[in-house]
């Protein structure tokens, strides 16, 4: 059975960083493509960022270009997201996905989402 677990969540700063991990364990996460997705109090859940199973390629919302990377590191089991520049904006739950459907222009949550880890950015 495949568990889904994020780590590095926190309080910081405007204008601060975090780097969120998200490690598959279980079963070799590099046979993921994998996302991020976050969850503001009130609001529907939206897609943040994604990566192909390769590590090659990478995709990001509009919110997060410029900012938050995502990276992996196979070896590990580990999907990272960088944020930087962070906003109060950002403030919100995040959550790890594995086993989406990753293409060149959009990525599908599959059926494996880690508990979310919170993430909150004062003024």
């Known amino acids: 059975q495949v568990q889904v677990v994020e780590s590095g969540g926190g309080l910081v700063q405007a204008g601060g960083f975090l780097r969120l991990s998200c490690t598959a364990s279980?079963?070799?996460?590099?046979?993921?493509?994998m996302g991020w997705f976050r969850q503001a109090p009130g609001k529907e859940r939206e897609f943040v960022a994604a990566i192909s199973r390769s590590g090659y390629s990478t995709l990001y919302a509009n919110s997060a270009k410029g900012r938050f990377t995502i990276s992996r590191d196979n070896a590990k089991n580990t999907v990272y997201l960088q944020m930087n520049s962070l906003k109060p904006e950002d403030t919100a739950d995040y959550y790890c996905?594995?086993?989406?459907?990753?293409?060149?222009?959009?990525?599908?949550?599959?059926?494996?989402w880690g508990q979310g880890t919170q993430v909150t950015v004062s003024l």
């Open positions: 996905n594995a086993d989406g459907t990753y293409t060149q222009f959009y990525y599908i949550a599959g059926r494996l």
């Open positions: 279980g079963r070799t996460s590099s046979r993921y493509d």
